[in-house]
């Protein structure tokens, strides 16, 4: 009896790490996207036509959509940025999930020294978060907050070794944050922890107490986009890390906070198409996913703009992927859809 429950404990181990796992029946997962302003000239969600449209072209209605602020925008001087309330009830009221990307930086060409975590530990921004963590008390809707998100990237003001950030200094400045939010009592906020893929994860997490759910960021360049980097599939891009999260918080669900392809409608349509057999055969703590449908450094990651990719991206959300589901929501945290 004993050797059969070893044997039924590490087969559900294999299952819980894929990929490479035995093949899993879809699974519901909450899918969104970030999108740009290609469509109408404004991003959402300060234009929903933009998100109606994108849902209209993929043939299926967002449980997520993704934004973000800075804790403060910079020209002559610098201002804190307001809780952003309007796009945040415009989500709702869309019957969407607000995936809110929130960062300890600052916009407009400040700076960045004064936004360091050294900073933020020391307490230099509490006023302000208290006032934030307030807000969203008030507010009272549930969403994910992915709070300085790619911290283990050195592109970011909060990254690792740039802008004087030393090494440890991360997890006790997201603890800090954290605890401020805790006590102010916003516990309709769902902590979303997002690195990019690669090593020194470990170092980075701020210990389940901290988060509720886990997350990655990855892109497929390819060698014609602007960095010219080689061309990696999702897996390439996305195996390696995941099992390294699925140890570090294995009773964490998952997200994909940011993903994206570059490429011809040709190769842009075989990646998608793998990207979501990946997510259906392995993967199984993945629960979410937020494609970035913008422009961005001359790069089109957008889907809607190859016809081919778009039916693909489409097709592939006919599996799992829940649509419009705030209003089956409990305060915090928010659960793995199918709990």
Request: glycine fraction near 10%; include cysteine; aromatic fraction near 14%.
């Amino acid at each position: 009896m004993r050797s059969a429950a070893l044997v039924a404990a590490l087969l559900a181990l294999v299952l819980a790490l894929g990929p490479g796992s035995a093949a899993a029946s879809s699974r519901p997962f909450y899918w969104g996207a970030w999108i740009g302003p290609q469509l109408t000239g404004e991003e959402a969600p300060w234009d929903m036509d933009a998100a109606a449209q994108f849902e209209q072209k993929v043939g299926r209605g967002l449980s997520l959509i993704e934004f973000s602020a800075p804790f403060a925008t910079c020209g002559v001087n610098c201002h804190f940025n307001p809780f952003p309330l309007t796009p945040l009830e415009q989500i709702r009221l869309h019957g969407a999930i607000p995936l809110f990307s929130w960062n300890s930086g600052a916009s407009g060409g400040a700076d960045q020294s004064k936004f360091g975590l050294a900073e933020l530990r020391a307490g230099r921004f509490d006023r302000y978060i208290r006032y934030f963590a307030r807000s969203a008390k008030a507010w009272g809707q549930p969403f994910f907050l992915r709070f300085d998100w790619e911290m283990n990237g050195s592109w970011f003001p909060w990254g690792a070794g740039t802008n004087d950030n030393q090494p440890g200094e991360f997890v006790p400045a997201w603890r800090h944050v954290h605890r401020i939010f805790e006590e102010v009592g916003a516990t309709n906020v769902t902590w979303a922890w997002c690195p990019f893929v690669g090593t020194g994860l470990r170092q980075f997490y701020p210990g389940d107490r901290y988060v509720d759910w886990t997350c990655l960021d990855g892109y497929n360049w390819g060698p014609e986009s602007a960095l010219g980097l080689p061309w990696q599939t999702f897996d390439q891009l996305f195996a390696a890390s995941y099992r390294r999260l699925a140890r570090i918080a294995p009773a964490k669900p998952m997200m994909v906070g940011e993903v994206a392809s570059t490429g011809s409608d040709e190769q842009k349509t075989a990646w998608i198409r793998e990207m979501f057999a990946s997510l259906r055969n392995g993967y199984r703590k993945v629960r979410g996913l937020a494609w970035f449908d913008k422009i961005d450094r001359e790069t089109d990651w957008p889907v809607e703009t190859l016809p081919a990719a778009n039916a693909a991206f489409a097709a592939g959300l006919r599996h799992g992927a829940k649509q419009n589901v705030y209003s089956h929501l409990e305060r915090s945290p928010i659960p793995p859809p199918g709990t």
